[in-house]
């Protein structure tokens, strides 16, 4: 099926073929990030969670776990917990990066301040390892805490490697899978866990959940130089911040002294000057960066399809595979 001419988006099937199971899973996130004794936990945390986001992650979790034919009810909590970790990786990563915008709306940093989003972000996480022990399943215990773990990893190595124009494509993978593919990856291999699958089974969830990941990272970092997308970014916003994603690292690697030169100023010393996004804009295309970029997202992408293969047919698995195709339908 061509994703493109399809009625509606996969996540919004696979949302409406697990309307229930989000029901409960929403229910119990409103839940548990209530406080008796701090009511700005719950200010902040609804500003993000009630603010529309696709909750794909927790999606992926309820969607392998059903696959698998797990029939509940500790589904419910671990999707709550991969979207309580995530939840709280936006509320630290908006203070790091000195946000003003999540998902169209002002950040919480902004509405209250830096302690708030980094204290309650620590709450969400502490609400995290609470709903997970109360599967009673230590495996998935490791799996979500080493997420948790890498996640955190992926952050302060992508501070280290900042403006670094050294940073390599082996770097940069390392900060994808930490900071995106991480979470993807523990949210479909904990739904195999729990069904207590084979390992091929369990085994194929992470690596969908690690490829759809990485190609969901690289696309959204394409599109920074494309545009015209639900991101919310504006063309040239990684730019700007000096972000040094793939497109940028494969054109300093193949740039000539003057090239060189010109990137060093803009992203190492922050010296941007009118027209430089445009000059940019025209050594990524010069060089191919942003086609080769765009051609790993979609190896990426079928290498997560491939994966599929080892799970049972059923109409989950093929919304997974239309998934993977939608996230570079994008750049296709």
């Known amino acids: 099926m061509n994703v493109m001419e399809s009625v509606t988006k996969p996540h919004e099937r696979l949302a409406d073929l697990l309307t229930d199971e989000m029901g409960a899973v929403n229910t119990l996130i409103r839940e548990r990030m209530a406080s008796n004794h701090a009511p700005r936990i719950p200010e902040v945390t609804a500003h ?18 059903k696959l698998c034919g797990y029939g509940g009810p500790y589904h419910i909590h671990l999707a709550a917990t991969v979207e309580f970790i995530h939840t709280a990786t936006l509320l630290h990563d908006d203070v790091v990066d000195e946000s003003a915008k999540r998902r169209g709306r002002p950040t919480a940093n902004l509405l209250w301040d830096n302690k708030s989003s980094v204290l309650v972000g620590d709450y969400l996480f502490a609400r995290s390892f609470q709903l997970m022990t109360e599967s009673g399943n230590l495996r998935v215990l490791r799996i979500l805490s080493d997420a948790a773990a890498t996640i955190a990893e992926g952050e302060v190595l992508q501070l280290t490697a900042a403006q670094d124009l ?55 970092d394409l599109l920074d130089y494309w545009g015209g997308d639900a991101t919310g970014k504006n063309i040239g916003d990684d730019f700007r911040e000096r972000k040094l994603t793939l497109p940028l690292i494969k054109a ?24 430089d996004l445009e000059r940019a804009l025209q050594l990524l295309n010069a060089h191919g960066a942003l086609e080769e970029t765009r051609q790993e997202a979609l190896a990426w992408a079928e290498k997560a399809k491939t994966a599929m293969a080892a799970l049972p047919q059923s109409e989950l698995r093929d919304l997974l595979i239309d998934l993977a195709d939608y996230v570079v339908a994008r750049v296709n």
Do not use: C, H
């Open 252 to 275: 300093y690697a193949k740039a000539n002294d003057e090239e060189q030169a010109f990137w060093k100023r803009v992203i190492e010393k922050g010296d941007q000057r009118d027209g």
């Open 166 to 220: 050294t940073t390599s494509e082996e770097i940069y993978l390392q900060v994808v899978r930490g900071k995106t593919a991480a979470l993807f990856s523990a949210a479909t291999e904990v739904g195999g866990v729990i069904a207590e699958r084979p390992e091929v089974e369990i085994k194929a969830l992470f690596d969908y959940g690690d490829a759809l990941g990485i190609s969901f990272q690289i696309v959204d």
């Open 48 to 65: 993000l969670v009630e603010a529309g986001g696709k909750r794909l992650r927790p999606m992926l979790t309820i969607a392998s776990a």
